[in-house]
Structure formats: C-alpha cells, structure tokens
C-alpha cells in the first residue's frame, strides 16, 4: 500500500483533502491520460475537478487551495486522487521557478 493525498467535495458542498491508502501492483481502469502544462505563476480559480482522475506532477510544483484556506503543494512523484467534482472545488496553482508538467489519468 502507499499513501496518496486525495481532493473530495464533503457534505458541505465543500473541498477537503484526506490521506488515503492505495493498493501497489493492481490494475486501475482507466479512460487514457492526458499531459498537461502550466506556465509558471498560472491560476485556475475556484473550480471542481472535470472528472474523477488521478493527477501526477513529473516537474514543476502545484499547489491546491480548498475554501478553508488549507493548502497543499505537489512536486514531483507525488500523486493526488481529485475526487471533488461537485461543489465550489479548489484553486490550482503552478508555484516554484518552473512550469509545471503533469499528467492526469481519468479513472471510474
């Protein structure tokens, strides 16, 4: 098992982060993947995740903002489920000195 970090609307209409478990080795189904790139500084506000996904950074650092204020920054190797996809959502960030490259992969 490993331990990633996943993004999920609460009963409040609200973005939370929680610490959950994922199993090593065993199949995900999937709908593809899709590299993405951020320009260093970019900002998308306030928005849900389009879909159930899992996101990996490969360079650069993210950030994610949720409405109580919380963040959490994302480099590379590092993975988050977004799983909020009703709701106010979050604001995505690409912080540090470089843009930031990252995959994310659609999942049921």
């Known amino acids: 098992m490993v ?16 610490e959950i478990e994922v199993e090593i080795e065993k199949m995900v189904p999937a709908h593809g993947v899709i590299f993405r790139h951020a320009p ?8 849900p995740a389009p879909r159930r996904q899992y996101v990996i ?3 650069g650092q993210g950030e994610i903002e949720i ?3 919380t963040k ?5 190797g590092d993975i988050m489920l977004a799983d909020d996809t009703t709701g106010r959502g979050h604001i995505t960030r690409a912080t540090g000195n470089q843009p930031r490259l990252y995959v994310t992969i659609p999942v049921k």
């Open 57 to 59: 950074t490969l360079s």
């Open 3 to 18: 331990k990633i970090t996943r993004l999920y609307t609460g009963k409040d209409g609200e973005s939370h982060f929680e």
């Open 40 to 47: 260093q500084g970019q900002v998308q506000d306030w928005h």
């Open 67 to 69: 409405s109580d204020g």
């Open 72 to 76: 959490r920054r994302f480099g590379p």
